[in-house]
């Protein structure tokens, strides 16, 4: 193949923390080129941001976790102005909780977590609640606090065209193209791609579940990836309308025997010009996906139809009024590491990685990515955050945090 001229550096996967990533180091001067197939690509290579809303808050029972949400959402006015892409609601956040004398109640954490933060979030009861949103139904017992905006949603696809839109502006190349192996020399590294060889003297892998799946990386961090399937129940006009001031929800429950949450999010349009709400819970428990021939399989599908139903089940339970709502279910790939937390780390001299949001990195993508670039670019590591829990080396056995 055909050699390519060289690059300061080379970010592998252009989804929601590579497109970040690349942006910073475009804006930081390096010559960067972010590299990253198409969605429907014919070398089935998928991306779960293809997709139109995900939650995004503030509040969670992980201190870090809500720092690295705090982070980015307060730079989304900055990068919506400066890219002209909208990618943000602040519609607000609903959380429903388990009560506090409960085994798995979440109320006191999440509380310490919100008000170590200074962040502000409303306690409500059960008849606030119904007054506010009567066309939800929780638990008579259930604790809830409300985060008003900027907490809402973010349109994910949007969101990484607004990055890519900022990192263009800097210099950054894009190329539409995937990374089967990359390989270090004595002096720099070559990144293959179907285009031809493209020289870099770094690498930063953000490639999602194909991180390990295609030995992008000279060693094998723990990664576990995992599909998800998500329920779109139809929304009509008139439903639309009076749901208007409906909040994203995170919604934890004990009643359930295979799930223990579920987040929901409001009416939002699809390509398709229907309006439908989004209900997401665990992970499938009838589909494995370990290799790239697999995760085709599974993403050009609709999912599990065992989770489909049983979400379905949910969602009518949460808002009676969907009750015999069209629905289609639509496949997601879930990436979690063995510590909970993304993997931000350099693993051999110029060689870096960002990957594995264990399904809580949507909204932080953009602090994620922010701090793997300062990791290239050789600068310290932000005060607020403890590099130890972002490293490859400390990965311990799976430590998944409850919603």
């Known amino acids: ?28 001067g390096m010559k960067t080129l972010l590299v990253g197939p198409c969605e429907g690509n014919a070398s089935g290579v998928h991306g779960s941001h293809h997709d139109e809303a995900r939650i995004t808050r503030f509040s969670g029972p992980d201190e870090t976790w809500s720092r690295l949400a705090a982070a980015s959402i307060r730079r989304y006015p900055e990068i919506e102005s400066v890219s002209g892409v909208k990618f943000h609601t602040a519609c607000g956040h609903l959380r429903c909780d388990l009560p506090r004398r409960h085994a798995r109640s979440q ?33 008579p017992e259930s604790e809830f606090h409300f985060e008003s905006g900027p907490a809402g949603i973010i349109h994910p696809r949007m969101l990484v065209r607004a990055q890519i839109a900022m990192g263009k502006r800097h210099g950054m190349t894009l190329l539409r193209d995937i990374v089967p192996e990359i390989t270090r020399m004595s002096d720099h590294f070559e990144v293959g791609t179907a285009s031809g060889t493209v020289l870099a003297e770094n690498v930063l892998v953000a490639a999602g579940s194909y991180t390990s799946l295609m030995r992008l990386l000279p060693s094998h ?10 329920l779109l129940v139809r929304v009509d006009e008139k ?20 799930v223990p949450y579920a987040y929901v999010l ?73 510590h ?32 793997a670039s300062r990791l290239v670019l050789g600068r310290s590591w932000p005060e607020a955050f403890k590099r130890s829990l972002f490293s490859v080396s400390c990965s311990v056995a799976h430590r998944k945090t409850a919603l």
């Not at 001299?349 to 932080?364: E, L, N, Q, R, Y």
């Open 107 to 139: 109320v006191t954490t999440v509380r310490h977590v919100l008000d170590g933060m200074q962040i502000t979030a409303v306690a409500l009861d059960r008849e606030e609640v119904t007054e506010r949103f009567p066309y939800l139904h929780f638990a």
């Open 239 to 258: 439903h639309a309308h009076e749901w208007s001031n409906m909040p994203g929800i995170i919604w934890n429950f004990d009643h359930h025997p295979e």
């Open 340 to 371: 909970g937390y993304p993997y931000i780390d350099e693993v051999e001299k110029g060689w870096f990685v960002a990957a594995g949001g264990c399904g809580k990195s949507a909204k932080s993508s953009d602090q994620i990515g922010y701090l």
């Open 1 to 28: 193949m055909a050699v390519s001229k060289t690059y300061d550096v080379v970010v592998v996967g252009a989804g929601m923390m590579g497109s970040a990533a690349a942006k910073y180091l475009a804006v930081a």
């Open 221 to 230: 961090p723990a990664f576990s990836v995992r599909p998800e399937t998500v």
């Open 266 to 338: 409001p009416p939002v349009r699809y390509p398709d010009g229907y309006k439908y709400i989004k209900i997401g819970a665990d992970h499938d428990k009838d589909v494995q996906a370990d290799s790239v021939a697999a995760i085709d399989d599974y993403m050009t599908g609709e999912g599990s139809q065992r989770t489909a139903l049983l979400l379905y089940g949910l969602v009518q339970e949460l808002v009676p009024d969907l009750r015999g709502a069209p629905w289609r279910s639509k496949p997601c790939m879930l990436t979690y590491t063995g």
